[in-house]
């Protein structure tokens, strides 16, 4: 072999094998999985200690007393939706008894002052609202929107309860299908939006209930109660609602 040969061979084989470049990359990946893999996890306090606890027994190494530390931490999201789940446990509380005081105190009055309207008032208690239900001629003359004089101590009295209450306030005018007469209204709509206006004028009147929470809507005859083909039916059906919602209604 010649010495230019013998000089070529020898700085071919200077550096590292090819292999160990391929060795070092393969290393360095597994390196980054495994940090990766580490920074994922979370640790478990109370199953750490169970099963250090767990190897130091079987190793022979025992206190004389166990001791179960519960986790120090608590997730914020878990901790959230507790008190997400008592704050809407609380309105449900606060509802329910909304509902009972005002069906409660509601009941005394009648049977105790207003006898006379007995039969033309009715409350219903449901899941989320309560609704006083005045029927007939209790609140109007037929055809008029002049609350009648017999109706004022009522009203006043449901005021005060309104406003120790929470939650929506919605006065509902409704009529029969009788058509209007006269020149005042144009229509039995018309005639059922003006009275639930003057009962809710009246409420605000006498009691400071905030304008935020009460409102005035008219159904005119299409949500009747019952047939308006019978006297007793159409009856039922000329009537104004004041509906006390809860503090907050589900989505």
């Known amino acids: 072999m010649s010495e230019e040969q013998f000089q070529n061979n020898e700085a071919a084989e200077e550096g590292s094998p090819a292999w160990v470049v391929t ?13 990766l893999m580490l920074s994922f996890s979370e640790m478990d306090r109370q199953k750490y200690k169970e099963v250090a606890g767990s190897l130091a ?6 206190r004389k007393e166990r001791v179960f530390e519960s986790p120090k931490g608590t997730k914020i999201i ?3 939706f507790d008190m997400e789940k008592l704050a809407t446990r609380d309105k449900e509380e606060i509802g329910k008894k909304q509902k009972k005081q005002i069906t409660k105190a509601m009941k ?8 006379n309207l007995k039969d033309m008032i009715e409350i219903e ?17 037929s055809g008029e929107a002049r609350i009648r004089q017999e109706m004022l101590p ?25 058509p209007v007469s006269g020149i005042k209204f144009r229509s039995n709509l018309q005639l059922s939006v003006e009275r ?9 009147a006498h009691e400071a209930i905030s304008p935020k929470r009460i409102s005035a809507v008219g159904f005119g005859k299409y949500r009747p109660l019952a047939s308006n083909d019978t006297n007793r039916g159409r009856k039922r059906n000329r ?4 509906i006390i919602k809860d503090v907050e209604q589900p989505g």
């Open 154 to 178: 009522l009203l006043k009295k449901i005021a005060s309860l309104l406003k120790g209450t929470t939650g929506e306030i919605v006065i509902a005018g409704h009529t029969d299908n009788v």
């Open 23 to 35: 060795f070092a990359d393969l290393m360095s990946l597994l390196l980054c999985f495994f940090v």
């Open 57 to 62: 027994n079987a190793f022979g190494v025992q």
């Open 196 to 204: 639930a206006t003057r009962v809710t004028e009246f409420l605000m």
């Open 78 to 80: 878990a901790r959230a």
């Open 239 to 242: 009537r104004v609602e004041i």
């Open 108 to 115: 005394e009055a009648i049977e105790a002052k207003f006898q």
């Open 125 to 141: 208690a449901g899941e989320h609202q309560v609704v006083i239900r005045m029927m007939g001629e209790a609140a109007f003359d």
